[in-house]
C-alpha cells in the first residue's frame, strides 16, 4: 500500500530503506482515487518511533492511506522535538467537525497510574466519545484499550502483579471474523504492560466478541458487535528489538525487571532478539484496514 505521509517525515526515510512504499503529499494529489483517511492519536512518548512501527505495520495492503497525527492539546511530550509535533501534528479542535475512515489510539506508558491522575484523561474521553460517530472503526492499543474499555463500558482498570513483558501464544477463537481471516490457529504476538485483560472481565461487563487470546496472556483481541471499536492488548507493531530495549531501558532505571519470556535466544540477553510475530501482525493490520474499514465506509465523508 502506499502510505501518504506529510513531506518531510522523519519516518519517511526508514521505511522508503526497508522497500515499505511512501508517497508523498506531492506525488499522491495526482491519483485519481478515494484515498482512506486514518487519524493516529499517538500518546508515547517517543512519538517519531513508534510512527515508524504503525506505518511499518498499515503499508500491507494495496489501499492508499492519508496519515493524518493528532496529539492531546498543548500537551508537552518530553520525548519528542516540539518542532516535530508543531509540523506533523494537528490539536482535536482543527479536525473536530472532520470523519475518518479508521483511528488509531496508541498505547501510554500509564498503566500504574488510575484514570483520573492522568494528565490529559478529560480530553482523552472526549477523543473516544468523539471518534464513536466520526470514525468508521476505531483500533485501540495497549493502555489504549484499557482506557476504551473505561469510556465504553465503564471498565476499570485491572493491574498484574508482575509485569507482562515477552512474547506469548495466542488462540484464534472459532470463529469467521473476517479481522482473523488467514491466521494460523496459534500465533506469537508480543506483550508489554502491567494492565490484565482476562476474558472473563470482558465476558461479564463488555459485549465484545473475543477473537483471540492466551492461558498466560489473556485476551489478546477483541471487537465490538458493530465492529467500530477493535481491541488489540499487546503489541504486534513491535520491532525486534523494542522488548529488548525497554528491559535495559528498566534496568538502567533500577526497576530489575524480569526478563521478557520467549524472547532472546537461549535466554541470553546478550543474544540479539529475532521478530518471531511480523506475519501475523501485517495480516492484522491488512485485514482491518481492508473489512473493517475500507469495506463499509462510506464513498463520501
Known sequence: ????????????????????????????????????????????????????????????????????????????????????????????????????????????????????????????VEIIKWSAEHVTSTYFSCWGVAAGLKVFYDVEMQSRKEKLSGVYMCQTAKSYDTIIRGFDDRFLAPFSRFIDFTPAMLSQYTDLEVLAEGPACGVYLAVSPDKKQVYVTGHPEYDATSLADEYRRDIMAGKNPRMPVNYFPFNDPAMSPSCSWRSHASMLYGNWLNYYVYQVTPYEF
Open 1 to 124: 500500500m502506499p502510505i501518504k505521509v506529510p513531506d518531510g517525515l522523519p519516518a519517511n526515510t526508514v521505511l522508503t530503506t526497508e522497500q515499505v512504499f511512501v508517497m508523498t503529499e506531492e506525488r499522491a494529489t495526482h491519483q485519481d482515487i478515494r484515498p482512506l483517511n486514518l487519524l493516529m492519536l499517538n500518546l508515547m512518548p517517543n512519538k517519531i518511533n513508534t510512527e515508524v512501527q504503525f506505518l511499518r505495520m498499515l503499508s500491507n495492503s494495496p489501499l492508499q492511506v492519508n496519515i493524518q497525527f493528532l496529539r492531546i492539546d498543548k500537551h508537552f511530550s518530553k520525548n519528542t522535538p516540539q518542532a516535530h509535533l508543531d509540523t506533523f501534528y494537528c490539536n482535536f479542535e482543527d479536525i473536530r467537525d472532520k470523519f475518518f475512515d479508521g483511528m488509531i489510539i496508541t498505547g501510554a506508558p500509564l498503566d500504574k497510574i488510575s484514570f483520573d491522575d492522568v494528565t490529559y484523561w478529560s480530553k482523552l
